[in-house]
């Protein structure tokens, strides 16, 4: 079975600041990657994905992740944060074969002034 | 593309009492998920639907759960005998395998408060 941790439980960026965040996945073959993002209260939207070819993927918002077959990694990154930014953010992982994701518990973004 | 929608957002109930939410799919899609998100946590997995047959259920999903897309439109999730434990937001989202590329896009969710 398919699982994914986020090492980072709380994370705290000053404006303008990069950021990374970490995603590790356990799955036996190719998986289908996600980082998704959710607002107090709100939905998850989608930020990016990755399915195969490039491993370096851009998404929306300005961030971009790269997959890491080697490391089983699937790291967010954005080169400067915004207020805006501030939210909670999950990495999913889809078996290629199947349809239900599997999300790990989130990171959390502040971003300071 | 009017996204995923759900209905309520909100619902307070009272333990013992049975609720139900309903998640209108992106139109074009045929595959529609349901989640659980508790606090702190990353939402869980509890059933998924292609068109009206429901293919897989989690463990999650008790028998107090149970969930229907009749028509492979809109589904339905009724929570029998609502326990305190059962607090938590239920997402909806919905995908379209036959792009080979099963992203799911997710609605706003039900918040679940039972007192």
């Known amino acids: 079975a398919q699982s994914v941790t986020q090492p980072d439980i709380h994370i705290t960026v000053s404006e303008g600041a990069s950021l990374e965040l970490r995603c590790n996945y356990s799955y036996g073959a190719t998986p289908y990657l996600f980082w998704y993002v959710q607002s107090p209260g709100q939905g998850l939207q989608l930020l990016l994905k990755?399915?195969?070819?490039?491993?370096l993927v851009q998404g929306i918002k300005g961030f971009e992740a790269e997959f890491k077959r080697s490391q089983s990694s699937f790291n967010l990154r954005k080169p400067s944060v915004h207020w805006s930014d501030a939210a909670e953010y999950f990495c999913a992982v889809v078996a290629s074969n199947a349809g239900k994701s599997t999300f790990g518990d989130g990171t959390t973004l502040t971003v300071k002034p | 593309d009017t996204g995923v929608s759900q209905d309520p957002r909100h619902k307070i109930t009272k333990r013992g009492q049975n609720v139900t939410f309903r998640c209108d799919p992106i139109s074009e899609h045929n595959r529609l998920y349901w989640y659980r998100q508790t606090l702190g946590q990353g939402p869980e997995f509890l059933t998924y639907?292609?068109?009206?047959?429901?293919?897989?259920k989690s463990r999650l999903l008790s028998d107090r759960f149970s969930a229907e897309r009749p028509k492979g439109s809109f589904s339905t999730l009724e929570i029998q005998r609502t326990e305190q434990g059962d607090s938590a937001m239920y997402l909806c989202a919905s995908s379209s395998p036959g792009q080979s590329t099963d992203t799911q896009y997710f609605g706003p969710g039900t918040r679940l408060t039972v007192l």
């Open positions: 990755y399915f195969s070819g490039d491993t």
């Open positions: 639907f292609q068109n009206e047959a429901q293919l897989e």
